[in-house]
């Protein structure tokens, strides 16, 4: 992995490896690997999750919280880590079901540092030196023996060829030292690892890591309505974020546990990747998209994969850069978002406009250029993947035509999100201030609308289908039949005529979701990836698109399925499933899916986004329904948010401020928390009630404004209290004061 002093303090200790129970302090590139030997089966294990049986328990985004069980021949073990500092980690193990007795089961502690400086042990501390800096690693128990081995392989190798009764390779200096314990002796063991500028010093803050009373540390936690959403979102993204030591920075990958190499960078997971992070980190946000884009091609697009053994640059997939980047802007108000990532966003655009259009319609078919060596480079298959759905039944009527590279369908959800693509830049140009650039965007996206609209509406079944360029539709469907309420292709009267299909048992309806392929499709049956399974991302694209239709109510069922089939193998089995199946909501019936997929947290965030979120459409919303919920921090327009609704009554808090309360229930879009304006817009449909501005000193108020007419508001508790009595139809409310 090698040497990062650059690092930033908050990341310098985390589980950055392939091991999950590893812990590197990447400034220096030291390692603690906890190393597994069981007698019974004669094998180690250094707990990877592609070998070993490893359930993920809470990660902090920072790493302060490490929590995880581990079997192995039958012995479970959980391990824990704790970072109270950012120079000092403790550790600690306890053993339960038992696979053989202790004695013959042991856990090592192999320190190790990738320079391969040696590491001394003396007086029960191992020490390595590094540089001017000093990394001491102490044991609460003393350790029954220290082996000394070349690398970690050696150590494996020691065991697995003498068993733990063994002595020859003990050692007090080695490039890799262990220090080794059994479970009958230390069924609970603990360990301090402290960096510090002198020897001395790092024993001393290690063995006082280890003297030190545990605290638990506080995490963006959720309880009460849609409880756990957040917790899991946390945990997903957190466990699967990893350091590519190729390009020496940190990065969400699609999961720990499909293996492409080193790092493999599908454009849509890291685009999904950056939108989850925006809800704790805006660092871990701005990396994710960093390693997305850094796919663009001298050609224009972004490769659809760059991974370490092929790099898929003839071919892109749908282009969510633009309305994730978008997202996190109206999350964080960060301008360096769009400077940072809009040529190359725009240069993406006009490439799917200028190449995949065979026909000059103005509407695209997946294709495959005549560039690069990938695997699949020139084929149907190829193609299919700039779609994002390979085995989607949607593309068994379409056939490669080698003339265009592309084909013959113009595909539905790739046009929707080539659309949606368009309508961000212009949003994003005139945000930069391009007005030639908002202006041609603006008027792509509107044509690509029309086109929609016109060419991809199937009247007969009453919704939006795949075409042939020279016929028909095609047969089989997926959601992405809803994808034109998202990039608002949808006039009101096709909408209208989209909703029932959510619910009818014969296409789309279900308890867990949307599937895809419609149950009347013989593809269905398959339940293989694209061809009747739930699919996370798919279902997230059209909740979004239900809500800037307007369509509130079935965007709430659709996210409450989605917590609720997340949920049913999250709790227990700690799953988060690359996709489901629609009939049982089991996630592992089929091998072809990943068990821990980053992805899979778009479930939950879903029913997070219920009571707090950011869109390009109706701003920052909150919502109060009445049940009690405690949610966050998470990131918003006014910095990291809490919600908390007791006994219906709404309160949002900044570090311990309350900022705004209100016993209103209903959905406040456009809020606006800010120095000289409170704003917010009250969907139909609301209560009556007050809302109060805790710390607002009404000395300050300038005028106060309800559907644009001048209002009173009275002082209260410390604050200014505004009336909201009148329930039912949309109320806006701007409150002006002097910063």
């Known amino acids: 992995m090698g040497r990062y002093p650059a690092v930033p303090l908050a990341r310098a200790w985390n589980s950055w490896g392939s091991r999950p129970a590893e812990s590197v302090f990447l400034p220096l590139g030291l390692r603690i690997t906890p190393v597994f030997y069981s007698t019974k089966l004669k094998r180690t294990a250094t707990i990877l999750p592609r070998e070993d049986a490893v359930r993920l328990g809470r990660h902090a985004i920072d790493g302060s919280v490490i929590e995880l069980d581990v079997e192995h021949g039958g012995t479970r073990v959980a391990w824990a880590v704790r970072k109270d500092d950012p120079f000092v980690i403790r550790g600690r193990w306890q053993g339960h079901e038992a696979g053989e007795w202790g004695q013959r089961f042991w856990i090592a502690l192999a320190v190790s540092c990738d320079g391969g400086e040696t590491v001394a042990f003396d007086n029960g501390i191992a020490t390595i030196q590094v540089g001017r800096r000093f990394i001491a690693v102490a044991s609460g128990a003393a350790p029954l023996q220290v082996t000394g081995h070349a690398d970690l392989a050696a150590l494996r190798a020691d065991f697995e060829a003498h068993g733990y009764f063994h002595t020859a390779s003990r050692s007090t200096a080695a490039p890799t030292l262990a220090l080794r314990f059994n479970?009958?002796?230390?069924?609970?063991?603990?360990y301090a690892a402290a960096v510090a500028d002198t020897a001395a010093l790092a024993a001393e803050r290690a063995r006082a890591a280890l003297a030190t009373p545990e605290r638990e540390p506080a995490l963006p936690t959720h309880m009460g309505l849609a409880a756990g959403a957040l917790d899991a979102v946390r945990d997903v993204l957190a466990w699967n974020t990893l350091w590519d030591a190729d390009d020496g920075r940190p990065y969400t990958t699609m999961s720990r546990i499909w293996n492409l190499g080193d790092v493999a960078v599908w454009y849509n997971d890291q685009c999904y990747a950056a939108l989850l992070g925006g809800l704790f980190d805006l660092e871990l946000a701005r990396e994710n998209l960093a390693m997305a884009h850094a796919g663009a091609t001298p050609e224009g697009n972004v490769a659809a994969l760059v991974a370490t053994p092929d790099a898929w640059v003839d071919r892109s997939q749908p282009p969510l850069g633009s309305f994730v980047t978008m997202l996190l802007y109206g999350r964080t108000g960060e301008r360096s978002l769009l400077d940072t990532h809009y040529d190359t966003l725009a240069r993406n655009n006009r490439w799917w406009r200028a190449t995949r259009d065979p026909d000059g319609s103005g509407l695209v078919s997946p294709g495959t250029s005549a560039i690069g060596e990938a695997?699949?480079?020139?084929?149907?298959?190829?193609?299919?993947?700039?779609?994002?759905?390979?085995?989607?039944?949607?593309?068994?009527?379409?056939?490669?035509?080698?003339?265009?590279?592309?084909?013959?369908?113009?595909?539905?959800?790739?046009?929707?999100?080539?659309?949606?693509?368009?309508?961000?830049?212009?949003?994003?140009?005139?945000?930069?201030?391009?007005?030639?650039?908002?202006?041609?965007?603006?008027?792509?996206?509107?044509?690509?609308?029309?086109?929609?609209s016109a060419r991809l509406w199937d009247e007969a079944r009453g919704l939006f289908a795949n075409r042939q360029r020279d016929g028909g539709f095609v047969r089989s469907l997926s959601p992405t039949s809803f994808y034109p309420l998202l990039c608002g292709a949808a006039t009101?009267?096709?909408?209208?005529?989209?909703?029932?299909?959510?619910?009818?048992?014969?296409?789309?309806?279900?308890?867990?979701?949307?599937?895809?392929?419609?149950?009347?499709?013989?593809?269905?049956?398959?339940?293989?990836?694209?061809?009747?399974?739930?699919?996370?991302?798919?279902?997230?694209?059209?909740?979004?698109?239900?809500?800037?239709?307007?369509?509130?109510?079935?965007?709430?069922?659709?996210?409450?399925?989605?917590?609720?089939?997340?949920?049913?193998?999250?709790?227990?089995?700690?799953?988060?499933?690359?996709?489901?199946?629609?009939?049982?909501?089991?996630p592992l019936d089929s091998s072809d899916t990943d068990p821990f997929y980053t992805w899979a947290a778009l479930l939950p965030a879903m029913a997070v986004g219920e009571i707090i979120d950011v869109d390009p459409w109706d701003g920052w919303s909150v919502a109060n329904t009445g049940e009690a919920v405690r949610l966050g921090p998470v990131t918003s327009p006014a910095g990291m948010i809490c919600v908390d609704?007791?006994?219906?009554?709404?309160t949002l808090e900044r570090g311990g401020d309350q900022l705004l309360w209100t016993d209103v229930q209903g959905r406040f879009t456009h809020l606006r928390l800010e120095p000289a304006l409170v704003a917010f817009r009250l969907a139909p449909g609301h209560t009556g009630g007050s809302l109060?501005?805790?710390?607002?000193?009404?000395?300050?108020?300038?005028?106060?404004?309800?559907?644009?007419?001048?209002?009173?508001?009275?002082?209260?508790?410390?604050?200014?209290?505004?009336?909201?009595?009148?329930?039912?139809?949309?109320?806006?409310?701007?409150?002006?004061?002097?910063?």
Do not use: K
């Not at 479970?183 to 603990?190: A, M, S, V």
């Not at 404004?705 to 209260?716: K, L, M, N, S, V």
């Open 692 to 739: 109060r501005l805790p710390g607002v000193a009404g000395s300050r108020v300038v005028a106060l404004r309800i559907d644009g007419q001048h209002a009173d508001w009275t002082e209260r508790d410390g604050g200014v209290a505004i009336d909201l009595d009148r329930a039912g139809a949309a109320i806006t409310v701007a409150l002006h004061r002097a910063a």
């Open 183 to 190: 479970l009958e002796i230390t069924r609970g063991g603990t």
């Open 492 to 586: 009101p009267a096709q909408a209208r005529r989209l909703l029932p299909h959510l619910a009818d048992p014969a296409t789309f309806g279900g308890p867990f979701g949307l599937p895809n392929a419609t149950r009347d499709d013989p593809a269905f049956a398959d339940n293989t990836y694209w061809r009747g399974r739930i699919w996370p991302n798919v279902n997230y694209l059209v909740w979004q698109g239900l809500r800037r239709a307007g369509f509130h109510l079935e965007a709430g069922s659709l996210a409450a399925m989605g917590q609720h089939l997340f949920m049913r193998s999250w709790r227990e089995r700690r799953i988060a499933a690359e996709n489901y199946n629609a009939t049982t909501g089991e």
């Open 375 to 452: 695997l699949y480079a020139g084929t149907a298959f190829g193609a299919r993947n700039e779609t994002g759905m390979d085995n989607s039944a949607t593309h068994d009527e379409a056939h490669y035509d080698p003339a265009t590279r592309m084909l013959s369908t113009i595909d539905l959800g790739l046009n929707c999100v080539v659309c949606l693509d368009c309508e961000m830049l212009a949003a994003m140009a005139a945000a930069l201030g391009r007005g030639q650039d908002a202006a041609e965007f603006a008027a792509a996206a509107t044509r690509m609308r029309d086109a929609i």
């Open 645 to 650: 609704v007791t006994d219906g009554v709404l």
